[in-house]
Each structure stands twice: as structure tokens, then as C-alpha cells.
């Protein structure tokens, strides 16, 4: 087996006709189908079930495709494949193995305008960072793991690491590349074989990764995906011959799957939710920490596990944080995710504008007072204002549940030790940002937070070689870096 490329094969061409979307930056086409199936053993393939859902384009609330629904006999099939492709991928010269994997990161950047176009109208962020943020860091992933590959006996060493077998992954709708690519590169690198289920309302761009997969060769079966909603998840998870579960999403599914899976003997990690403290101490500068506040929140309209959703400003800088926050607030451009200067695009669904509207409700009736930026939105689609709230206690709704959304509690302390008693005091345990001249300051907070991930005068970097992931309820297990592979291997000593 070693990587040949090949054309892709057109998924259900016998469905109709493709359209295009030619009002793409930069006049990139981005055709797609009217109807999508699963990839399955390295073909597109009509659902056993028959079953389709409607893709959104949440910027216009118009049909994009339709996308498979896995039944229980979908994913059984899907299965399958990665179980008759492991002993064969598993045995493959781990070099051999890299090869596919640089493939398929060089593919990515080959199709990168094309994939970040896609990635936009299908979930509604702003093109800027689908195209500087998503696929590029998804190619990143390839080509870090890639490097792993046939590196893995340093990664601990004088043990030995062996594939676990078929994994089963769950993504989220906030990144839907780069979560397939997080999951993915470890996964085959490792020499496991996958079943990808995307999240309902973004799968256009696994698919079309999966169309890339065809193209590079990978061999049948090493990658399949799934789409469909909760219940192809939970069948996915429960699946005899599934031996590991990635999963990132919400801490109540979270919870739901580890629950069902105790006792099975299924390797288990999980990326859930977010609570994240954004401290800015007075000895910060203050515009670069606003700065940071806006991308720690407003980013992918909050829709980022780990954003900076509650902000705490030392008392004595508070009036002019909030002052200039206002300034950077009001400038963002809230709009059509397909211009390159705007800042907010829509939210990703009908259903999660609700709950944020909900919680904005929330905010409004337990007290707190509420600002929201003056931007008009456009009349179609699934909009919501940058939004934040000050005079916001710690027992609030607010300042207690995760939002996904564009909305930032800010409250004050007075002394480091009130910092990080407050910034601590989460169910959670995510991320956190420290804003601080001090050095000494910055090491002696982000040592004290309780958080997989703290950013010191920065907020929302990621990097490939560095592990990811949660302390408490926002799950357990790290992706990236050495670290996550440890994820993907059974250790013999
Ligand atoms: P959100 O509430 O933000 O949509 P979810 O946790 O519901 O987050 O969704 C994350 C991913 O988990 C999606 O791919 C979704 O289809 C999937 N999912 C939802 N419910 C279940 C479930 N009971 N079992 C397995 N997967 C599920």
C-alpha cells in the first residue's frame, strides 16, 4: 500500500446536479452537491436508512444539501470497514503511514480556498478565520502527526505503543474541519483506523475531506464517516467492535456517553465545555488585554469551547477597560461571513440562538445590565449582537453556565488571591487568560488556575505540538502534542 493518488470519485452523482456558489472571495466556485451520502470503505455510498437532513447556510437560512442520516445499519457497515482495514493499516510501514498523512496535509492547503469557503457557508463564521484559522491548522495537524508517525517508539520511551484498534469520533459544529483533523491525524498516525461522525449541522467539509482521502489514495476503510444527528452518535459509541471514543461537545452528552460506556472496556477521552476566566490585573496593558478580551469571546461568535466567556478586571483599571472595550466592541462588523472584513458571522443554528437568547434573558432578568454593540444585522439568517454584561454576581446564570455564544460577563476583584479563588470557582476547567506586566505574577497565577490551558497576555492560540484539554467537567484526556497521542496507543513495558 503505498499512496497513490487517484480522482475522486463523485459522491451520488445520480442525485443531480451541483450548484455552485460563485460569490466567494476572490471568485473561488465552490460546487456542491444536492445530495451527500456516507463515505464508507472508500466510497460514497446511499444511506441503508434512506434517511437525509437538511444542511443550512445560517447567513441566509437557505438549504445547501442534503446529508445522510446513519441509521443503526449504517453505522454497523461503517464499522466494518475500519475493522476489516485496521490489521492491514495497523502492519503498515509507519512511514509508509506518514506518507498519507503529508498527502493529505499537502491536499488541504492545495484546496484551502475552496474548503475555507465551504467551511463558511455551511456554519457561518467569518471567511477571515476560516481561511487564516481553520484549514490552515487543520493541514497543520496532518503534517504534525505525520511527523509522529514513525517516530512514535520516542514518544515514551523504552515502552512500546500499539494501535488500539477501530476509534469512533464525535465532533462538534464550532470547527468542523479542524476538529476532523484533531481527531483524525492522531488516530491514523498511531495506526488506528476511524469512524468520523460530524456534528448535523456542519458536515460539508468532512465530506469534502473525505473526497481528499479518495484522492491521495488512503486505503479503503482506514477513514469512514457518518453523518447524522445524536442518535448515529450513540450508536456509534456503543458499538461492540468500537475500541476507543474521541469526543468533543457538550458536558451533559459528555457525561451521558462516559456513563454509558463504564464497564465496556472502551478507551475514553473527552473535550466538553467551558467556563474560561479572562483576568486582567492593573499592571497589564490595557489595550493589548482588551484586545485579547474581544478574541477571547467574540471569536467564531463565541462558539469555542474555551472562550474567555468571563472576564474579571482588577478595580482600579476597571472604568477604562471597559471603556475602551466599548470602543473595540462597537467597531466589530457583524454580517455576511462571506466578506473578508467582517468580524461576527451568524450564529450556527436556529437552535443555538436560542439558547443564547435564553441566557441573555437570563442576564437581563436575574439582574445584571446589559450592553449590546449597535451593529445591524442582516434580515435573514441567525444573528446576535456582540453582547456583555457588567454588575454580574458569581451565583448568576451568566457567570455560572457555558453560552456558545457572544455574550461576556465581566466582573471585578481586588487582590490576586480574590482572582483566582473567583476564577476558580467553575465546574469547569478549560482555559484561562492572565493579562499582567509581571512575570513573576503571570507564573504564579497560571501555576494556581485550575485550567488544561492557560494563555498569558494572549488569548485563543493553538498550536499542534501543544496538548489541549480539560481539567474537572470540560472532560479529561489531551489532544495535540506528544501527550495526545498517548490517547491513541496501548503502552507495552
Ligand atoms: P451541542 O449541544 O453544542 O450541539 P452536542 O454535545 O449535542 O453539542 O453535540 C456534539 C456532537 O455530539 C455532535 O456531533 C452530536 O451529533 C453528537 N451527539 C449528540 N448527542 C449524542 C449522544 N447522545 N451520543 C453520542 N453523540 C451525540
Not at 470497514?81 to 490489521?87: E, H, L, Q, T, V
Not at 475555507?116 to 478565520?129: C, F, H, N, Q, S
Request: proline share 6%; with cysteine.
Amino acid at each position: 500500500m503505498s499512496p497513490s493518488p487517484k480522482t475522486a470519485s463523485k459522491p451520488e452523482l445520480d442525485f443531480g446536479n451541483a450548484w455552485e456558489y460563485a460569490a466567494a472571495p476572490e471568485g473561488t466556485k465552490v460546487s456542491i452537491e444536492p445530495k451527500y451520502g456516507l463515505f464508507v470503505n472508500g466510497e460514497f455510498c446511499a444511506p441503508r436508512s434512506k434517511r437525509y437532513m437538511d444542511s443550512i447556510n445560517p447567513a441566509t437560512e437557505e438549504v445547501l444539501s442534503k446529508v445522510a442520516i446513519a441509521n443503526q445499519a449504517d453505522v454497523d457497515k461503517a464499522v466494518a470497514a475500519a475493522k476489516a482495514a485496521f490489521p492491514k493499516w495497523k502492519r503498515l510501514k509507519p512511514s509508509e503511514r506518514a506518507k498519507y498523512l503529508f498527502r493529505i496535509a499537502r491536499r488541504i492547503q492545495e484546496r484551502a480556498r475552496e474548503l475555507a469557503v465551504l467551511e463558511t457557508l455551511d456554519g457561518g463564521k467569518p471567511i477571515k478565520e476560516s481561511r487564516d484559522v481553520d484549514i490552515p491548522e487543520a493541514a497543520k495537524h496532518f503534517f504534525y502527526h505525520a511527523g509522529w508517525a514513525d517516530k512514535l517508539d520516542y514518544v515514551f520511551p523504552g515502552r512500546k505503543g500499539t494501535p488500539i484498534g477501530v476509534c469512533a469520533q464525535i465532533i462538534p459544529w464550532n470547527f468542523p474541519l479542524l476538529m476532523a483533523a484533531w481527531k483524525i491525524a492522531p488516530a491514523l498516525a498511531c495506526g488506528n483506523t476511524v469512524v468520523l461522525k460530524p456534528a448535523e449541522t456542519t458536515s460539508l467539509t468532512a465530506l469534502r475531506l473525505a473526497e481528499i482521502f479518495q484522492e491521495v489514495g488512503l486505503p479503503p476503510g482506514v477513514v469512514n464517516i457518518v453523518t447524522g444527528a445524536g442518535n448515529t452518535g450513540a450508536a456509534l459509541a456503543a458499538h461492540k467492535d468500537v475500541k476507543k471514543l474521541a469526543f468533543t461537545g457538550s458536558t451533559g452528552v459528555g457525561k451521558e456517553l462516559a456513563r454509558n460506556l463504564a464497564g465496556s472496556g472502551k478507551r475514553l477521552t473527552l473535550e466538553l465545555g467551558g467556563k474560561s476566566p479572562n483576568i486582567i490585573f492593573e499592571d497589564a496593558s490595557i489595550d493589548q488585554a482588551v484586545d485579547g478580551v474581544v478574541q477571547g469571546i467574540y471569536f467564531n461568535q463565541g462558539h469555542v469551547c474555551c472562550a474567555g466567556s468571563r472576564l474579571f478586571v482588577q478595580e482600579g483599571v476597571m472604568d477604562e477597560v471597559l471603556a475602551r472595550l466599548k470602543v473595540r466592541i462597537e467597531s466589530l462588523r457583524v454580517g455576511d461571513p462571506l466578506d473578508k472584513n467582517t468580524d461576527l458571522g451568524a450564529i450556527n443554528s436556529i437552535g443555538q440562538l436560542a439558547t443564547i437568547k435564553r441566557y441573555i434573558e437570563a442576564g437581563n432578568s436575574e439582574g445584571a445590565q446589559m450592553f449590546q454593540s449597535a451593529a445591524k444585522l442582516p434580515k435573514h439568517g441567525y444573528w446576535c449582537k456582540p453582547t456583555w454584561f457588567t454588575d454580574v454576581q458569581p451565583s448568576h446564570t451568566i457567570a455560572r453556565e457555558e453560552i456558545f455564544g457572544p455574550v461576556l460577563s465581566v466582573m471585578s476583584f481586588r487582590t490576586p488571591e480574590e482572582a483566582l479563588m473567583r476564577a476558580n470557582n467553575t465546574p469547569y476547567g478549560l482555559a484561562a487568560g492572565v493579562w499582567t506586566d509581571k512575570g513573576s505574577k503571570i507564573f504564579e497565577i497560571a501555576s494556581r488556575l485550575k485550567a488544561g490551558v492557560v494563555w498569558c497576555n494572549s488569548y485563543n492560540r493553538f498550536d499542534a505540538a501543544s496538548p489541549f484539554g480539560g481539567f474537572k467537567q470540560s472532560g479529561f484526556g489531551r489532544e495535540g502534542g506528544r501527550q495526545g497521542l498517548l490517547s491513541y496507543l496501548e503502552l507495552k513495558s
